[in-house]
């Protein structure tokens, strides 16, 4: 389970990126809405020590549990459903000792570890039907349970996730190919189908998100926030306001935008800390994400490749999912943004998964 690791193979730099980019989310978070900077605090040392731990032992340990893992992803996203604490129009939290925890985040991290065992065993047969099929279904499971909470945002990053997952395990090109045939035209249809009065596929108002990204000016009662968020990300220029800003018409004083200290976190840094901060925030989650595929591609067996590129994966999508949205470029959908966006399970879970990421960059290499 733990063993003697030698210090000089532990990556500083990538725990340095993912510290300092905490810090700023701190800082932001503070600044969005006070009362939630404490909590954000308490989550970065939680999450410290997680990673800590989890950086010392061995990833092979943990994926002896696989299955285990799968099944208490599936089981907490059931448990979810029957006895979970609906917020907003969602149902996405569940009450453990009186912590609120939210599931779909932490099976996002059990996911890459089940699927990186599973494809490591099966590397042989990854690109026959059976296991293709197979995984299609064990992945199935999730995603639908995820989808009836609803929460459509973790569905589409965890099945980007899972692609990602697929293609470095060594996915035929040929197969990706024939899937993009099928996927390009079904994207098309889908936007075709989802201006469509009484469609089947989407809630109401997953709909009415979509037609307010693509009409914004026919549907201003939805599309404000979207429309707020550009707005206090160009007011900030390119030093920005500063933090804790005291203008009333800053989207925070002014309550332009429902909970920005979550997924319109990024509007907040545009207009405290400008051009500049926000530059700042994308290099650093893009320097993480390299970090984790060097590490993965200097990996000793290809399980530690499949671990460190599925969570640079995670980070990669789920950034550019939140900024898109924050800057109009993807329809309003709620997601947080990886290391900055207030959210205890968000922030643990992800520095579980850079410890384990941490973990594989320190294994001897075989030779």
Known sequence: MFKQYQLRNYNFRLLFYIILVTIMGILIVGSAQESSQDKQIFGMAIGMVALIVCSLIDYHFLLKFQWLMYLLCVALLVAVLIFGKEVNGATRWILIFGIQFQPSELAKVLLILFFSKLFSDYREYINTVRLIGASLILIGIPLFLVYKEPNLSTTIA???????LLYVAGLSYKIIGGVLAVVIPLV????????????????????????????????????????????????????????????????????????????????????????????????????????????????????????????????????????????????????????????????????????????????????
């Not at 965890?158 to 990602?164: K, N, Q």
């Not at 320097?287 to 969570?311: F, H, P, Q, S, Y």
């Open 188 to 367: 098309i249809i889908f936007f075709s189908l989802i201006v469509q009065p009484d469609q089947p596929f989407f809630h109401d108002y997953q709909q009415e998100r979509v037609l307010a990204w693509l009409e914004p000016e026919k549907y201003p009662d939805i599309a404000y926030q979207q429309l707020n968020s550009k707005m206090a990300i160009g007011s900030g220029q390119l030093y920005g306001k500063g933090l804790d800003t005291n203008e009333i018409s800053s989207v925070k004083n002014g309550n332009f935008i429902a909970e920005p200290q979550t997924d319109f976190i990024f509007a907040v840094a545009g207009e405290e800390l400008g051009f500049i901060g926000c530059c700042a925030i994308i290099i650093l989650l893009f320097l993480i994400v390299l970090e984790c595929i060097w590490m993965g591609r200097k990996a000793r067996d290809l399980e530690g490749t499949l671990i460190c590129c599925g969570m640079g994966a995670f980070i990669g999508f789920q950034s550019f999912i939140n900024i898109g949205v924050a800057t109009g470029l993807l329809p309003n959908t709620g997601i947080p943004l990886p290391f900055v966006s207030y959210g205890l399970t968000s922030l643990v879970t992800l520095f579980i998964g850079m410890g384990i990421v941490l973990n594989v960059g320190m294994q001897p290499k075989k030779y």
């Open 158 to 164: 965890i099945t980007l996730i899972f692609c990602s």
